[in-house]
T-cell receptor
Framework: KQEVTQIPAALSVPEGENLVLNCSFT??????LQWFRQDPGKGLTSLLL?????REQTSGRLNASLDKSSGRSTLYIAASQPGDSATYLC?????????FGKGTRLSVIA | GAVVSQHPSRVICKSGTSVKIECRSL??????MFWYRQFPKQSLMLMAT?????????EQGVEKDKFLINHASLTLSTLTVTSAHPEDSSFYIC???????????FGDGTRLSIL
């Protein structure tokens, strides 16, 4: 059974800092990995999708990497802003529908 | 813009009421949709897979008679929480993939509160 773990559970940084969120998964037989953002009481916004054959994806200040063999992904956020404050969820898709981690709650302090 | 629409966004009702939640794919056809439930500060847990034209597939521990799923068209899936009780209070969210290698898109969720 696939299990997804995200570290840290919560993170608070001053505005302008670069930061890294970590995601690990137990079964490396995945089709893709997706990073989402969730604001309080809201749905999920897809940030980046990395196919199993890819090593990384970039969108603006976000960069996600994937090391399938070791079961790890990172989400790098450059020059963080208060508007980046949210919960970031990692999810993997294999033979089952998306399996989610518990997320990292990020607070960027102005 | 949004590609998956979910309605209503918030429901508050008395215990014993049945509540229907709709999930629509806006600009694509979805033969499969997924229903998730999220408790406070917890991750999203898959409840069931909704299949157009056939029965839904429920995850272990999810009562199919309690959570009725209907996927009558390629753009609409509904989840009905029957005879809801306070323990059913949660955040319900639906999802649909545009394709096998496409991002999975989510609705804005429904906050269900049973008094």
């Amino acid at each position: 059974k696939q299990e997804v773990t995200q570290i840290p559970a919560a993170l608070s940084v001053p505005e302008g800092e670069n930061l890294v969120l970590n995601c690990s998964f137990t079964d490396s037989a995945i089709y893709n990995l997706q990073w989402f953002r969730q604001d309080p009481g809201k749905g999920l916004t897809s940030l980046l999708l990395i196919q199993s054959s890819q090593r990384e994806q970039t969108s603006g200040r976000l960069n996600a990497s994937l090391d399938k063999s070791s079961g790890r992904s990172t989400l790098y956020i450059a020059a963080s802003q208060p508007g980046d404050s949210a919960t970031y969820l990692c999810a993997v898709r294999g033979n089952t529908p998306l399996v989610f981690g518990k997320g990292t709650r990020l607070s960027v302090i102005a | 813009g949004a590609v998956v629409s979910q309605h209503p966004s918030r429901v508050i009702c008395k215990s014993g009421t049945s509540v229907k939640i709709e999930c629509r794919s806006l600009d694509f056809q979805a033969t499969t949709m997924f229903w998730y439930r999220q408790f406070p500060k917890q991750s999203l847990m898959l409840m069931a897979t909704s299949n157009e034209g056939s029965k839904a597939t429920y995850e272990q521990g999810v009562e199919k008679d309690k959570f009725l799923i209907n996927h009558a068209s390629l753009t609409l899936s509904t989840l009905t929480v029957t005879s809801a009780h306070p323990e059913d209070s949660s955040f319900y969210i639906c999802s649909a993939p545009k394709g096998p290698n496409q991002p999975q898109h989510f609705g804005d969720g429904t906050r269900l509160s049973i008094l």
